[in-house]
């Protein structure tokens, strides 16, 4: 699959945060191809099915619907249903989207009430709540450190930031700076500064709309993925469970890539986050496009992607990129103690380890590592 991001696309969803979708663009695109759709040899599709696919939020996406019987009629709303659904998500919860609610909160001073969708709000509070649960790893607002860093526009620096420069970035950023009003659907800043980027977790909500379609819609055995970001209910078109081959991390100029794990999902949404297509070397230093909001600077460990499972794909989509930012030995304890399932590919000195988490072993089983 090629990839070609014109201007005017990046200026519609650019990801800015810390995960696959921070900052570079590339990662992106990388992360969607990251999932490929895998089939036993010999078998043969059986079962009608209908692909809907497109570019939003400078990404891709595709909507795989199996054994349905629709009019061509129905076939048409429902597209339109679909294209609706990721047009309200770009043009809402995109920063750079003129006139959506993320884009006049960020324009707003403190205090000032913005009068934002449900969904917004929605949205907003599933990252706080996963801000919480990940002690702050996962922050909509990192913004400004990212752009210290020299990973909004993709530029290494050739000089690491001061200490007084992160302290500066870090004073205008946190989460717990967004203030919430469900009764007046309004949101408003306790800081000036503070700009929230939804990019690492929208596409897992986008995701959810999508399927949120076609439940209204009674179908039960489809696929729904935008930007690498997956959900699965029922079966694919060969009568089984849908089978998603999770990428073994490479480097950024590899041509050939290959699957680590293949996972049967069913009913489920995915998530992978990884920082090993996207980074810069500095005086013989790594430095990961994944900042950690705690201490201003991008994370030191050994964390080269994580797959998190979970019902829906917001939750599953941001949990990843919080999980990025704490590593493998922090994430696995909270995912361990919540239930979560979750996959760690994790680099060393001669390749690649790979550790699951309680959940994810009892879900898919320990089999199938490469």
């Known amino acids: 699959m090629k990839e070609h991001v014109s201007s005017h696309e990046k200026k519609q969803f650019l990801p800015g945060n810390q995960k696959k979708r921070v900052i570079a663009i590339g990662v ?26 497109g570019r939003t939020m400078a990404t891709t996406w595709e909507v795989k619907v199996v054994d349905f019987d629709f009019s061509e009629k129905r076939k048409a709303l429902l597209g339109e249903k679909i294209q609706q659904k990721l047009a309200f998500v770009n043009s809402q919860m995109s920063p750079y989207h003129e006139g959506g609610d993320i884009y006049r909160l960020n324009a707003a001073k403190a205090g000032e009430q913005i009068k934002v969708h449900r969904e917004v709000l929605d949205v907003l509070n599933k990252a706080i709540e996963v801000s919480e649960q990940t002690h702050g790893a996962f922050d909509v607002t990192v913004g400004p450190l990212i752009r210290l860093w020299g990973f909004h526009d993709k530029k290494s620096l050739t000089t690491e930031p001061s200490t007084a420069q992160i302290a500066e970035a870090s004073a205008r950023i946190g989460y717990k700076n967004i203030v919430l009003d469900y009764k007046n659907l309004s949101i408003h800043k306790r800081i000036d500064g503070l700009d929230v980027d ?50 073994k991390p490479a480097a950024p ?57 979970t019902r829906d794909c917001m939750t599953a989509d941001a949990l990843a990129t919080g999980f990025t930012v704490l590593g493998v030995k922090e994430s696995l304890r909270l995912a361990d103690k919540r239930g979560i399932a979750a996959y760690f590919i994790e680099r060393e000195a001669n390749g690649f380890a790979v550790t699951a988490s309680k959940a994810f072993t009892a879900a898919f089983g320990e089999e199938n590592d490469k």
Request: proline share 2%.
């Open 28 to 53: 992106v695109l990388v992360l969607a191809l990251a999932f490929k759709f895998i089939w036993g040899p010999g078998e043969s599709a059986e079962l009608k099915s209908l692909v809907f696919s």
């Open 198 to 247: 939804l990019s690492a977790i929208a596409k897992g909500r986008a995701v959810d709309m999508v399927a949120e379609v076609l439940d209204a819609a009674n179908e039960t055995n489809y696929m729904v993925e935008v930007g690498g970001e997956i959900r699965c209910r029922g079966k694919n078109d060969r009568g089984h469970a849908w089978r998603i081959g999770i990428e």
């Open 253 to 309: 100029n590899a041509r050939q890539r290959s699957v680590n794990r293949v996972v049967s999902l069913s009913d489920i949404s995915l998530a992978t986050s990884g920082d090993y297509r996207s980074y810069y070397m500095l005086h013989n230093r790594r430095f990961s496009h994944t900042i950690d909001p705690r201490t201003g600077r991008p994370v030191a460990h050994s964390l080269a992607s994580v797959s998190v499972f």
